[in-house]
């Protein structure tokens, strides 16, 4: 049973970095795509990121498109989300999720089965 569990959340000042990871446990899943999600008090879940687990290819949202980077390390079972120039519209709780569906990647949370616990991000102005 595959478990995903994210880390690297907290406050940063508007303009700044973090660096989120997705580590994998239980069994690897090199042949799958990851993605990021993140979801703000009162919104719907954001998709803003998927990138395949050989790090051959990723796709971004166009609101952190150039400022967001994914990546991985198959050695270490973890996808990164790397975070730069940080806006307080950031401000949510970032999840990562494996994507399970006919496509390369998807944007609908529906595609995608198992879910890490979450993690904050809060960026203040």
């Known amino acids: 049973q595959v478990q995903l569990v994210e880390s690297g959340g907290g406050l940063v000042q508007a303009g700044g970095s973090l660096r989120l990871s997705c580590e994998a446990s239980g069994r690897t899943f090199s042949r799958y795509v990851i993605g990021w999600f993140r979801q703000a008090p009162g919104k719907e879940r954001e998709w803003i990121s998927s990138i395949s687990y050989s790090g051959t290819y990723a796709e971004y949202a166009d609101s952190v498109k150039s400022r967001f980077t994914a990546s991985t390390d198959n050695a270490k079972n973890t996808v990164y989300l790397q975070m730069n120039s940080l806006k307080p519209e950031d401000t949510a709780v970032y999840y990562c999720?494996?994507?399970?569906?006919?496509?390369?990647?998807?944007?609908?949370?529906?595609?995608?089965?198992?879910w890490g616990q979450g993690t904050q991000v809060t960026v203040s102005s």
């Open positions: 999720a494996r994507y399970i569906g006919p496509r390369g990647w998807s944007k609908s949370p529906d595609e995608y089965d198992v």
